[in-house]
């Protein structure tokens, strides 16, 4: 066995021990169109502690960091490394995912706000723990707005946004969409004009159809409305904005925009942390391998960078 092999085995087994310590119970939140299933970790203690409430990014992303295709746990990691330092969380499948299935709407009821909503009664719910010293709202990717604009609730302590976009979502939707042939954006153009305006539309083009089709128009029309510069400035408590240098989803620009729409915010940049929250190079074929490996650690330093915003007396 060579040495890295047992540095792994050996990193391993320390896990191990400290998950050890934790105990995890199943969390439900009742809704009128179903339950959404959560996951709450805690450390033992004797005293009161934080939480730290995760929102899962965009997709059919659940509690774990993982979809149908990839599976990297990331979520999962990060809810045990705070564990493994006295502080509690939980994570949820977001309605219409994984064993929140049940509490999922009809695509053409959805809205960014049925999110946000959500969040805010796991707010509340938290809330009612007498076990908990502080609430904290951590968003990653899309999550990052959802957390945000939720945490404007006086009931959060604290927000912090891993991997958060910086600008409303029409303006990335642009980007790629002028990255393909001219007469993709030449007919999705109009069409993105009338949805930031609030207006459905009828007639889409069918190479366009999954992108715009009728049903998904509500939701688009909810989320693009926002935008997160706007949202985090309306936070007047300690914030903290963490982003990785080789994140191939969200790059470097958005959290600078999110650092400048609120000055008070914390900025910590990890050096070779991708949008999973591991390590990992530019090279997109390489950095996409690793959102299905599991086994990977998180970017060293992140767990380390949120357990000091967290605990620290001055922020």
Do not use: C
């Amino acid at each position: 066995m060579n040495l890295k092999s047992k540095i792994g085995l050996i990193f391993l087994f320390i896990t191990g021990l400290l998950n050890a310590q934790l105990e995890e119970n199943p969390i439900t939140m009742t809704t009128e169109t179903g339950n959404i299933q959560g996951t709450m970790l805690l450390p033992k203690h004797s005293d009161k502690i934080p939480v730290v409430l995760i929102i899962a990014g965009s997709g059919p992303t659940d509690r774990n960091g993982n979809n149908p295709m990839m599976k990297n746990n990331s979520l999962k990691m990060l809810a045990e490394g705070l564990g493994n330092h006295g502080i509690a969380s939980v994570r949820f499948d977001k309605r219409g995912i994984a064993k929140s299935t049940e509490a999922g709407v009809e695509e053409s009821n959805l809205k960014f706000e049925t999110y946000i909503e959500d969040t805010k009664d796991w707010v509340d719910l938290l809330e009612k723990n007498d076990g908990f010293s502080e609430i904290v709202v951590l968003g990653h990717s899309e999550g990052s707005l959802i957390g945000m604009i939720a945490s404007q609730n006086p009931m959060v302590d604290r927000f912090i946004s891993v991997a958060g976009v910086g600008e409303p979502a029409a303006k990335p939707l642009e980007r790629q969409l002028k990255a393909q042939p001219s007469f993709v954006w030449e007919q999705s153009a109009p069409i993105l004009q009338d949805l930031e305006m609030g207006k459905k539309v009828d007639s889409v083009p069918p190479f366009l159809y999954s992108l715009f089709r009728p049903s998904v128009q509500p939701y688009l029309i909810s989320w693009i409305k926002y935008d997160p510069q706007v949202e985090l400035a309306k936070l007047d408590k300690p914030v903290l904005l963490v982003q990785g240098t080789t994140d191939i989803q969200v790059d470097m620009q958005n959290v600078e925009k999110l650092h400048a729409s609120n000055p008070n915010s914390e900025k910590v940049i990890l050096e070779g942390m991708n949008h999973i929250l591991k390590e990992a190079e530019m090279d997109r074929m390489k950095n996409i391998e690793t959102y299905s490996n599991p086994d990977l650690p998180l970017k060293d330093g992140l767990i380390t960078a949120i357990v000091d915003f967290i605990k620290n007396p001055d922020n």
